[in-house]
């Protein structure tokens, strides 16, 4: 990151979150917990790294 970067506010960050996930997922998909907040992809993303090393690492013994 140059020295000169501005950082985007936390409030642009969630509310351009919240119009992207409306506008990608279905009413049913917005109530609940998935992709709440741009972390809860983060989280998802490393359980599913997680679980597809343990995987290989099992196939591999």
């Known amino acids: ?3 000169d970067a501005q950082l985007l506010p936390k409030g642009t ?4 979150w919240r119009w992207a996930r409306a506008d990608v997922f279905t009413p049913e998909v917005q109530a609940s917990p998935l992709a709440r907040t741009p972390y809860d992809l983060r ?3 490393v359980s599913t790294w997680v679980t597809q090393l343990s995987g290989s690492a099992l196939s591999e013994h």
């Open 13 to 16: 960050i969630t509310r351009v």
């Open 1 to 3: 990151m140059h020295s």
């Open 43 to 45: 989280h998802a993303a």
